[in-house]
Each structure stands twice: as structure tokens, then as C-alpha cells.
């Protein structure tokens, strides 16, 4: 089955496993999935399909249909230490790059001070995760915003992680908010801008998620987010967790 068959890829719809992508091709998609684990899993995707793998192989639904593959069941994926988790919009984090690049908007903070709180946060998240925390590590993140010609805007981040996947996000870093030039033109926010403050201690996930939220700290006016750029377009927003991962 070639690529050109499927489509291009759709962001728009996320799964509950790591191992997936969605295409879209004159209004149809196709749902793929690899089960890399010695069990049959039914994977759920956001928009309600549900596709069973069997162990060891590659599966489609949807506007096409195959079975195949022979990776060896329970054979464990292999460790990525920091993945990299790039932006994708509305809302999503994922390993994968976008489809073409888009500017999401940070909501003003309407001449309010929210520093340290999220409030109308754009909010990005992905699950599936199981890794262990490398405490020679920290967290890491390349968010490129704009806010034109305003004047003292700030925006701000914070990332947090739900160990099991339960809705409970139990450690959190919240960054220092990172006051933007008034020129038009992307700058780079990063962790360089220093914590402001954390939650919770570290510790391993277990099919876990990782959010990262994003919101204007002050300032009066709105602010736009970079996601879904290809490698070929650059400038992609990012974040690095401080992880040795495997697919779970």
C-alpha cells in the first residue's frame, strides 16, 4: 500500500496509543496502528473509530483495509531518551511533524495578571507514554510566538505529566513568562527563561500523558503560536521531556 493511496496526513484526529497516524484522502481516512506487544489491543482514536491489532503487526480502517507485518510480539520498542514532541494543532504533541504550519492564538490576558496561573490556555497534550525520569535531565521547550507591534505581552508555559493516565496530572513546571518584543516577527521561547515554580517530584509513566499549556501572563493584547510546521518549514514549536521512553 503506497502513501500516495492514503493521503496526506491528518492531525486533527489523536489516538490512545503512540503507535498510529491517521490519513485523509478526498474526504475518507484511513487509521493505521502497530501493536508491537504480545496481546491483541483495540486502539481508540478521538473521533470514535476503534481499530483491533493483532500482536506483532501493522493494521488499517477506514477508506482502506490490510493486515500485515511481522514484528516479534513483546519485543520492547526501542528506548528514545528526550523524545522530542513537536506541536501540532489544535492540539496535540507528537513525535510525528505537522502537515503544514499554522499560527495558533494565545488569547490576551485582557490587562490582567495571570503569572503562574493558566487562564485561556492553549493547551497540548499526548498520552500512551512509558518511560523513566532521568533526573541528569530536564525539561526542554522551543515555543515560537509573535505578538506583533504590542506592547508588554507576556506569554507564559507550563508543562505537566499525568504518570498513568488516569486525568491526574500530578508534577508540574511552571516556566517564567517570557515578555515579547513590540515588532512583528517570531521570537523563541525556551526553558532558558528559568521556573518559576513546580509541583509534585518526578517519576516514571506508565502509559502516562504529557500537557503543555500555554497563555498570556499580561498584556492586553493577543499573541499567536507556531505548530504544525514541517521539518522542511523550520521554526517548529517542540518540547523535550527529560524521559528514557518506550512506546507503550
Not at 212 to 238: D, F, K
Request: hydrophobic share 30%; proline share 6%.
Amino acid at each position: 500500500m503506497s502513501l500516495s493511496a492514503l493521503g496526506q496526513v491528518d492531525t486533527s484526529v489523536t489516538a490512545d496509543h503512540p503507535l498510529h497516524a491517521v490519513f485523509s484522502k478526498n474526504g475518507t481516512r484511513t487509521y493505521v496502528a502497530t501493536n508491537l506487544s504480545d496481546a491483541s489491543r483495540t486502539v481508540r482514536f478521538s473521533d470514535g473509530t476503534t481499530l483491533v491489532v493483532e500482536p506483532g503487526k501493522t493494521a488499517t480502517t477506514g477508506a482502506h483495509t490490510w493486515s500485515g507485518g511481522n514484528a516479534v510480539p513483546g519485543e520492547p520498542n526501542p528506548p528514545v531518551a528526550s523524545p522530542t514532541l513537536r506541536l501540532v494543532s489544535p492540539s496535540s504533541l507528537t513525535t510525528a511533524g505537522g502537515d503544514g504550519a499554522r499560527e495558533d492564538t494565545i488569547t490576551a490576558a485582557g490587562g490582567g495578571n495571570h503569572d503562574g496561573t493558566p487562564t485561556d490556555a492553549r493547551v497540548y497534550t499526548t498520552c500512551g507514554i512509558t518511560g523513566t525520569h532521568d533526573p541528569s535531565r530536564t525539561a526542554r521547550f522551543a515555543l515560537h510566538v509573535d505578538s506583533g507591534n504590542s506592547v508588554a505581552n507576556g506569554v507564559q508555559a507550563r508543562i505537566s505529566c499525568d504518570p498513568t493516565g488516569s486525568g491526574a496530572y500530578t508534577r508540574s513546571e511552571t516556566y517564567n513568562y517570557f515578555a515579547t518584543d513590540p515588532f512583528p516577527g517570531r521570537e523563541t521561547y525556551t526553558q532558558a527563561s528559568g521556573l518559576r515554580s513546580q509541583t509534585g517530584a518526578p517519576v516514571d509513566l506508565t502509559g502516562g500523558c504529557v500537557k503543555l499549556e500555554v497563555w498570556s501572563a499580561i498584556g492586553s493584547s493577543a499573541s499567536t503560536l507556531r505548530t504544525s510546521a514541517t521539518a522542511g518549514e523550520g521554526a517548529q514549536s517542540t518540547v523535550e521531556i527529560p524521559y528514557t521512553v518506550r512506546a507503550d
